[in-house]
């Protein structure tokens, strides 16, 4: 088949076995040509036996103009690029997906950095996502560090202009909530003495103050009935939330029994 696409012999080409998203942009008798999304819109297209492991009587059941799909590339010869739609497992279709929908937001919240500042998109574009690849894995990951502690330190460290964190910290801040996880248990805390009820609400106070130390994460004791309290930590990492339980737990375990008093806790299942 002699498929024709405008210079496409200068542009960079996908490799066989790559799995890509492409738009479709015209259907065929014989298959459909796909223009792929992250190749400056080469052509390339998709038999119609590459189409499904059944029989197919009209490619359209399957895909249709202007949808974006996920192909796999399974050759590239003189310029010319076949693809396939059944040979893309469930798990590569959900992971390309997933990628892609990650690069299109943080494509979108570099134009919004490059707005702000009143710089060439591409200019920013360039910089911002090259460094954020390189240390982070993606562009979007980049921008979800920006929203963490100590972005300014981290973003300079690894090579962000000065005048371009700022910015990046707002619009990170402004367009990202990074996903919470849940900690909790109940604590027990008792006390003989006659101000017993005193001591243990020092306890609990010094340990909503220790959880208060924290940004980003939230601390929160619900009385269940003396002597259950329910503990719960909110934060963006199991990893911090299960240091800053730690923390919070022993500071009301040591309280209460500096006091004379008792203390221990019940850890229940995380969630998110």
């Given amino acids: 088949m002699g498929l024709r696409m405008n210079s496409i ?6 490799k066989p076995n790559e799995v890509v998203i492409g738009t479709v942009k015209s259907i065929v008798p014989t298959g459909a040509y796909i223009i792929l999304d992250e190749y400056n819109g080469v052509e390339a297209y998709v038999h119609i036996s590459e189409i499904s492991s059944a029989w197919v009587h009209n490619i359209r059941d ?32 959900k992971e390309k997906l997933t990628q892609w929908k990650r690069n299109q937001r943080g494509r979108k919240l570099a134009e919004i950095v490059a707005q702000r500042i009143g710089r060439d998109f591409q200019e920013v574009y360039s910089t911002i996502s090259r460094l954020f690849i390189e240390n982070y894995g993606d562009l979007l990951s980049g921008f979800e560090e920006s929203v963490t502690e100590q972005a300014e330190d981290k973003l300079e460290k690894i090579g962000v202009p000065k005048e371009l964190i700022p910015t990046i910290i707002s619009v990170a801040r402004d367009n990202i909530r990074l996903p919470e996880v849940h900690v909790y248990g109940v604590l027990q805390l008792s006390s003989n003495r006659p101000n017993g009820i005193d001591l243990i609400k020092k306890a609990l106070t010094n340990a909503e103050e220790e959880g208060k130390k924290y940004n980003n994460v939230k601390v929160n004791i619900f009385a269940l009935g003396a002597p259950k309290y329910r503990l719960d930590v909110r934060a963006q990492s199991y990893k911090e939330a299960e240091e800053v339980l730690s923390k919070v737990v022993n500071t009301a375990i040591s ?6 008093g008792t203390g221990m806790f019940i850890r229940t299942k995380q969630s998110k």
């Fill in 255 to 260: 309280t209460i029994k500096k006091s004379g």
């Fill in 9 to 14: 012999i200068e542009k960079k080409l996908p």
């Fill in 62 to 93: 399957y895909i249709r103009e202007k949808q974006k799909a996920v192909f796999k590339v399974i050759d590239v010869k003189d310029g010319n690029i076949f693809l396939s739609l059944r040979r893309v497992t469930s798990a590569e279709r």
